[in-house]
Nanobody, 124 residues
Framework: QLQLVESGGGLVQPGGSLRLSCAASGFTLDSYTIGWFRQAPGKEREGVSCISSSGGSTNYADSVKGRFTISRDNAKNTIYLQMNSLKPEDTAVYYC?????????????????WGQGTQVTVSS
């Protein structure tokens, strides 16, 4: 059974850093494009970053470009999202999701498997 589990969220001060992890079980991540999404209270879910199945292509939302970095460790079957210079507007529940495609996208229609989410709160 395909399963994704996020971890690494928490409370951090503005300007701080967090690293989110997305661990997969039941399948090998290198066959899937992985996306990170977030949803803040009262807002729609938005795509944050994606990494293609090969790892050769990544993409970032303009709001996080230059601050967030997505990476994958196929040996550990885990995707990471390194978040630096965090801002209060980054506060949200962060989800990882898997799509059985080879290109990088965060069109949610392609993502059939989702984790349960991890809360990130940026506040002083």
């Amino acid at each position: 059974q395909l399963q994704l589990v996020e971890s690494g969220g928490g409370l951090v001060q503005p300007g701080g850093s967090l690293r989110l992890s997305c661990a997969a079980s039941g399948f090998t991540l290198d066959s899937y494009t992985i996306g990170w999404f977030r949803q803040a209270p009262g807002k729609e879910r938005e795509g944050v970053s994606c990494i293609s199945s090969s790892g050769g292509s990544t993409n970032y939302a303009d709001s996080v470009k230059g601050r967030f970095t997505i990476s994958r460790d196929n040996a550990k079957n885990t995707i990471y999202l390194q978040m630096n210079s965090l801002k209060p507007e980054d506060t949200a529940v962060y989800y990882c999701a898997a799509a059985p495609i080879v290109w990088c996208t965060w069109s949610s229609a392609y993502f059939g498997s989702w984790g349960q989410g991890t809360q990130v709160t940026v506040s002083s």
